[in-house]
């Protein structure tokens, strides 16, 4: 294959590595493999899943392919908090160096969808993009803009600085999400009233576990 993954080796074992975390091949993978490659560059990160893992967190603004793929080349997690979902629906993902604070922010262009049927007109266009996408360059793909990102303690990886309990309902709080209002501590979704789900019952116990006659039988 002519272009990108001459350039960068390391590109092809990577986009393996997020195609069979994430399930099939897309454009979406590609291009995600490419923004984290191309974020790492930036900052001079060279070895996000080893022994520089807790030096990068990263704010991806979509919650599509791309997301998995770039998670799979910068070593983030949600769950780790170094990775960070702002759905925003747009291709684009900042990365921030914790002990720098150098950030880039990575967006996909506009026109590249237009770039990559010209380059394959005889394929449609996912083929085209599938296509393009592995060999078009960084500067016909991407645009780079240096940003500041304001990361408060609370947001960092680590231990949870703070746990409280919402006097409304009850619940617990991490990460100093709660809110203050006439001196009692709400969550967010009581101290707002806005909620993303709606209410059809009232808060029950959990539905009692059924053991499999197998494993009784393997038991006794």
């Known amino acids: 294959m002519k272009g990108y993954p001459q350039l960068y080796p390391e590109f092809d074992d990577l986009l393996k590595e997020a195609i069979a975390f994430h399930g099939h091949l897309c454009a979406g993978q590609i291009i995600g493999v490419r923004i984290a490659m191309l ?81 394959f007109p005889d394929l449609d266009a996912t083929a085209a993009q599938k296509q393009a996408y592995r060999e078009m360059s960084d500067i016909d793909l991407f645009s780079v803009q240096e940003v500041s990102v304001d990361l408060k303690p609370e947001d960092l990886p680590g231990r949870p600085l703070r746990k409280a309990q919402c006097v409304s309902c009850g619940e617990t709080i991490l990460d100093m999400r709660d809110v203050e209002q006439d001196g009692q501590v709400f969550c967010k979704t009581c101290a707002s009233g806005k909620i993303f789900y709606t209410v059809q019952a009232p808060p029950r116990a959990p539905i009692a576990q059924r053991i499999q006659p197998a494993l009784l039988s393997a038991s006794s």
């Open 39 to 119: 974020g790492l560059r930036e900052l001079g990160i060279t070895d996000p899943r080893g022994k520089e893992s807790k030096k990068l967190v990263v704010f991806v603004e979509i919650d599509r392919c791309a997301a998995d793929a770039i998670m799979i080349v910068t070593g983030c997690r949600v769950g780790r908090r170094s990775m960070k979902i702002v759905d925003n629906g747009k291709m684009a993902a900042t990365f921030v160096h914790l002990e720098t604070g150098k950030a880039v922010r990575i967006v996909s262009l506009w026109n590249a969808r237009e770039k990559a049927a010209a380059r």
